[in-house]
Nanobody, 120 residues
Framework: QVQLVESGGGLVQAGGSLRLSCAAS????????MGWFRQAPGKEREFVMA????????YYADSVKGRFTISRDNAKNTVYLQMTSLKPEDTAIYYC?????????????WGRGTQVTVSS
C-alpha cells in the first residue's frame, strides 16, 4: 500500500485559487494511479480527478472541468491538484487516493483529508 498525506487546504474567496499537494510514501507510488475525492458536509464522497501512473491519462468530474488541474511528480512522490475559479460549492474535505486502477473506482489507499473552504 501507499501512505498519503495531503496539504494545502485553507480558506479562499470565491474566484480564488488553491493548490493541494499529496505526498506519498511507498515503493509502488510511481506505478499507482493517483487522484482526489471530496466530501462536502451532509453529502457522499465524490470523485474529483485522477491521473495515471505516467500522467498520460486524466479523468475528471464534470463539475471541475476547465477549473481544476491534476499533475504528479514521481521523483518527489507527490501529486497536485491546482484549483482555480473556486466556487462556494467546492467547499469540502479533499482526500488523496491511490490505486493500481487508473479510474480509482475503489481506491486501496486514502489520505486523511484537507479542508477547503470557499467563501462567497
Amino acid at each position: 500500500q501507499v501512505q498519503l498525506v495531503e496539504s494545502g487546504g485553507g480558506l479562499v474567496q470565491a474566484g480564488g485559487s488553491l493548490r493541494l499537494s499529496c505526498a506519498a510514501s511507498g515503493r509502488t507510488f510511481s506505478s499507482y494511479a493517483m487522484g482526489w475525492f471530496r466530501q462536502a458536509p451532509g453529502k457522499e464522497r465524490e470523485f474529483v480527478m485522477a491521473i495515471s501512473w505516467n500522467g498520460e491519462r486524466i479523468y475528471y468530474a464534470d463539475s471541475v472541468k476547465g477549473r481544476f488541474t491534476i499533475s504528479r511528480d514521481n521523483a518527489k512522490n507527490t501529486v497536485y491538484l491546482q484549483m482555480t475559479s473556486l466556487k462556494p460549492e467546492d467547499t469540502a474535505i479533499y482526500y488523496c487516493a491511490a490505486d493500481p486502477d487508473v479510474q480509482l473506482r475503489r481506491p486501496s489507499s486514502w489520505g486523511r483529508g484537507t479542508q477547503v473552504t470557499v467563501s462567497s
